[in-house]
């Protein structure tokens, strides 16, 4: 094991650091968005990439910023060989490739690029996107830091689905269009949703070390059995809520398309039903359902452009 030093990270060591596995959880509210507004005819190429470029920036150092409070806090202790891939952090700091101050370094650097390209928003399309981005980034920060640490008590869970469901895409829509519409929000509601039912999944891992480090979220609180059941119950209410926008003429009918990833949910559910209790064995599971957020959200942003 490599000792904590102020030798300086490689690049693997940086992504490696940035999880960019997690990555679609960051930017495909905007895409959703910008499908929804290139189907109204209101769609902003330059403000696109440019809201897509912030959105990337702030969920790596949304991820970087969580797994080093994690570690500073004592929550994430376990070496990389003994992690679940999809759980428990990246391994950079139990590894001692990177120190946490390094790392609050190249987070504060993703959140000014990020903050910076907000203000270039607001100049075109008016300060609603700073209110909106303010919005976000608070919740982002408080997430996992003092004095808040929402993770830490029971409602991180439900505003990571506020959060980067509603008010992501509500901000990846006002880049193009200077407004927010009730369809915006009930539309991005998938995105949280998605959002809401990994976390949980991804918290069942991690239920010995967070009971250990006093991080009280909502698997340490109905304990992994219950917290499996309500990730299935989840998945069911995911499908369920798509199924009526649909019906609802909220979104276009080729949306439906976002059901074809029930079979993987199907899959995803029989592997935690069985090995919930299994920090390693359950990381399929973990790992169906990055591939379920990624299908089920780029299936929606198609279906936005009929």
């Keep these: 094991m490599k000792a904590l030093t102020s030798e300086r990270p490689g690049f693997q060591d940086w992504i490696q650091a940035a999880r960019l596995k997690f990555l679609p959880q960051g930017v495909m509210p905007v895409v959703i968005a910008g499908a929804l507004a290139f189907s109204e005819g209101t769609f902003n190429v330059a403000n696109f990439i440019v809201a897509f470029s912030a959105a990337a920036a702030v969920q790596i150092g949304l991820t970087m910023f969580n797994d080093t409070l994690d570690y500073v806090y ?4 376990k070496p990389i060989d003994a992690k679940n891939p999809f759980s428990g952090g990246s391994g950079v700091f139990t590894c001692g490739l990177i120190n946490p101050r390094q790392s609050l370094m190249v987070i504060f650097g ?8 907000a ?11 700073m209110w909106i981005a303010i919005i976000g980034a608070t919740i982002s920060i408080l997430y996992s830091a003092k004095p808040l640490r929402l993770a830490y008590h029971g409602l991180g869970e439900l505003v990571m689905l506020l959060g980067y469901g509603p008010v992501l895409t509500a901000w990846g829509y006002f880049v193009h269009t200077g407004m927010v519409s009730w369809d915006v929000l009930l539309i991005g509601v998938i995105p949280g949703l998605c959002m809401w039912t990994m976390i949980l999944i991804n918290e069942i891992p991690d239920y010995e070390e ?3 480090a006093g991080k009280r979220n909502l698997t340490y609180r109905l304990g992994p059995k219950n917290a499996k059941n309500l990730f299935i119950i989840s998945l069911v209410v995911l499908y369920a809520y798509i199924l009526a926008l649909v019906f609802s003429g909220v979104m276009p009918p080729l949306s439906a398309i976002a059901l074809g990833g029930i079979p993987l949910a199907v899959m995803a559910v029989r592997i935690a039903h069985r090995y919930y209790d299994d920090p390693i064995k359950v990381a399929m599971a973990n790992k169906l359902m990055v591939i379920i957020y990624s299908v089920t959200t780029a299936t929606v942003a198609i279906g936005m452009l009929t």
């Design 119 to 129: 203000i270039y928003m607001a100049l075109d399309m008016g300060w609603g996107v």
């Design 74 to 77: 004592g929550t994430d202790c």
């Design 110 to 117: 993703l959140y000014l690029f990020a903050l910076m390209c």
């Design 210 to 212: 967070d009971r250990a």
